[in-house]
Antibody, heavy 117, light 107 residues
C-alpha cells in the first residue's frame, strides 16, 4: 500500500523559512516523480513543484522554494524561503503516475503552513 | 501561462448524469486528469489520461477530451459523489496547471 506522510508544517513569520518532508513507503520511491501541491484555505489546488530527472517549479515559488529527494530514506523535501502570507496553505505530497505528463495517483494527508506575524 | 477553466458549480439530481467541463486552449492535444476532493480530505484521482479509471474508482465515472474541452461524466450520480472536482494538465513549458474546481451538488 502506498503511503505518503507529510510533516514540518508550522506557523512562521513573513520572511521566514520552513522545510517540509514527506516520508514515502509501499512503492519504488527512487523511480517515481514526486510533487508538492498546495491548497490555500477555502481555495482550489495549486501545483508547487515536481522532481523527476529534473526539477520544475510554479512561477509563484521559483527562486524561493527548492524541492529535493532523498532516495536512501524515501523522503521528499520542500525547502521554503522568503515566505509570505500568500504561501499559507495545506501542502500535499503527491506521487507522479506514469511518465511525463504526470498525474497524481496518490496523495498524503497534507501539512499546514501558516505565514503570519 | 496556460489556464484551465471550470464552472464553479454543477447541480444534479440523484440517479441522473452529471457533466463537469474543463476548458483550455487545445486541451485535446494534452492529457487531462481529474480529481475528487471531499471536505476535509485529500484529493483522489478519479480519471487519468483523459479516459482511464484507477482501480477502485466506480464505473460511473468516465472522461473524454477533444478540441478545447475535457469532460468528466458521472452516470447515475449518488449522494456520495458530492464533492469538489478539479481537472489538471501540463502545458508545453513543463508547468502543471489545475482548473479552479467545480463544486458538485447532488440534490
Amino acid at each position: 500500500e502506498v503511503q505518503l506522510l507529510e510533516s514540518g508544517g508550522a506557523l512562521v513569520q513573513p520572511g521566514g523559512s520552513l522545510r517540509l518532508s514527506c516520508a514515502a513507503s509501499g512503492f519504488a520511491f527512487s523511480t517515481n516523480a514526486m510533487s508538492w501541491v498546495r491548497q490555500a484555505p477555502g481555495k482550489g489546488l495549486e501545483w508547487v513543484s515536481t522532481i523527476s530527472t529534473y526539477t520544475h517549479y510554479a512561477v509563484s515559488v521559483k527562486g524561493r522554494f527548492t524541492i529535493s529527494k532523498d532516495n536512501s530514506k524515501s523522503t521528499l523535501h520542500l525547502q521554503m524561503n522568503s515566505l509570505t502570507a500568500e504561501d499559507t496553505a495545506i501542502y500535499y505530497c503527491a506521487r507522479g503516475g506514469g511518465n511525463f505528463p504526470w498525474y497524481f495517483d496518490n496523495w498524503g494527508q497534507g501539512t499546514l503552513v501558516t505565514v503570519s506575524s | 501561462s496556460y489556464d484551465l477553466t471550470q464552472p464553479p458549480s454543477v447541480s444534479v439530481s440523484p440517479g441522473q448524469t452529471a457533466s463537469i467541463t474543463c476548458s483550455g486552449d487545445k486541451l485535446g492535444n494534452k492529457y487531462a486528469h481529474w480529481y475528487q476532493q471531499k471536505p476535509g480530505q485529500s484529493p483522489v484521482l478519479v480519471i487519468y489520461q483523459d479516459t482511464k479509471r484507477p482501480s477502485g474508482i466506480p464505473e460511473r465515472f468516465s472522461g473524454s477530451n477533444s478540441g478545447n474541452t475535457a469532460t468528466l461524466t458521472i452516470s447515475g450520480t449518488q449522494a456520495m459523489d458530492e464533492a469538489d472536482y478539479y481537472c489538471q494538465a501540463w502545458d508545453t513549458n513543463t508547468a502543471c496547471v489545475f482548473g479552479g474546481g467545480t463544486k458538485l451538488t447532488v440534490l
